[in-house]
């Protein structure tokens, strides 16, 4: 089918985001009555505040609402049984999708062999707090970076052909009830199917969340890194692009000795030779990251940079760490058995 004749419905999760559909909503209700989409779904997932509902609705939105609270995936879900449209364009509550979305959209599935397309944040998140400006620019920088023939997906601002979508059981919301790694492992199904997903850095959104630096650790380390590694180790979710790539790994292993070697300057008379270790891995700390610094110092400045990049050698370390953890759990904890049986069952079953 002709990229410019398919039918486009918008599906939006939507938990006590109120706030944020109010800034969110408009644009899409804009694409519908300009004839760029076909509708906009807003799924209630049983929010206590029942503004909810009444803003999506006095927005002109078509608003589903779900029987219990089963995490974006699972409304994602139940709203792909209802949509009308050829696309499912999946956008986060708090992601105000630009204007030429659809546009970007049709010109995408240019090909039958794409099932999918997603895009990145825009580099204008409203909240000016370091927390909020790091992840966000972080996240833009990697997918901006990222080949365009992907490996993976993202469902933040990403679409999916429904008939796909149904074809393979849409997003796995009985593993992941909250915000994780859904649309990672979705991806990789997509792409274990035979599926090509395509990577446009002109889908682009603005990303209202206002980050606290606590809740970025906490974020990365128990949605993002614990549920990622478990996928890496039985078998999925490592490829050699974004943030996983090799160049990556390479980074997070400086990262950490980096870290090492400025404690033991803390106490010179254990290594008498870490201070000068400390500035040669700190050249070399540079040197990996100088794409990354000039990005953050391109859009915030040198300050901003400066600190983007320590606390980049942080979330390296925390990371890997997180990983590392898990895998001698996997291996010496029983769970690999466990894991590859419960693989082995589903493959039986289909």
Not at 76 to 85: D, I, M, V
Not at 171 to 194: L, N, Q, T, V, W
Not at 226 to 251: A, T, Y
Not at 324 to 341: D, F, M, N, P, Q
Request: with cysteine; glycine share 10%; charged share 20%.
């Amino acid at each position: 089918m002709d990229g410019q004749t398919l039918k486009i419905s918008v599906i939006m999760p939507a938990y006590n985001a109120a706030h944020y559909l109010e800034i969110s909503l408009p644009p899409l209700i804009a694409m519908r009555e300009r004839g760029e989409i076909e509708e906009v779904l807003v799924v209630d997932d049983c929010s206590p505040d029942p503004s909810n509902i009444k803003v999506a609705e006095k927005l002109g939105a078509t608003v589903i609402r779900m029987q219990k609270n089963g995490g974006p995936g699972a409304a994602r879900n139940y709203a792909a049984t209802l949509a009308k449209g050829d696309i499912l364009w999946l956008v986060d509550a708090d992601v105000v999708a630009h204007e030429t979305g659809a546009g970007v959209l049709r010109r995408s599935f240019v090909s039958d062999e794409i099932a999918a397309v997603f895009g990145s944040y825009d580099r204008n998140p409203p909240a000016e707090n370091f927390a909020s400006q790091y992840k966000n620019l972080v996240h833009r920088y990697y997918h901006q970076r990222g080949r365009e023939d992907s490996d993976t997906f993202w469902s933040g601002c990403g679409a999916i052909r429904r008939s796909v979508y149904g074809d393979l059981g849409g997003f796995d919301g009985a593993k992941y009830g909250r915000p994780s790694i859904e649309d990672i492992e979705f991806g990789h199904r997509m792409r274990a199917a035979g599926w090509k997903i395509r990577l446009a850095h002109d889908l682009l959104g603005t990303h209202l969340k206002r980050w606290a630096l606590a809740e970025v650790v906490r974020t990365d380390i128990f949605q993002r890194a614990v549920p990622w590694s478990h996928l890496i180790l039985s078998g999925r979710g490592m490829n050699n692009d974004l943030n996983v790539s090799g160049g990556e790994r390479i980074k997070a292993g400086v990262a950490l000795m980096w870290w090492l070697v400025l404690f033991a300057c803390l106490v010179p008379a254990f290594w008498p030779a870490a201070p000068g270790m400390f500035v040669a891995l700190s050249g070399l700390v540079g040197f990996l990251n100088r794409d990354l610094l000039g990005f953050f110092k391109g859009n915030r400045g040198v300050w901003f940079a400066a600190r983007a990049a320590v606390y980049h050698q942080l979330y390296y370390v925390y990371s890997s760490t997180t990983f590392v953890i898990c895998a001698l759990t996997y291996h010496l904890g029983g769970k690999k058995e466990v894991i590859v049986r419960r693989i082995d069952q589903k493959k039986a079953a289909a």
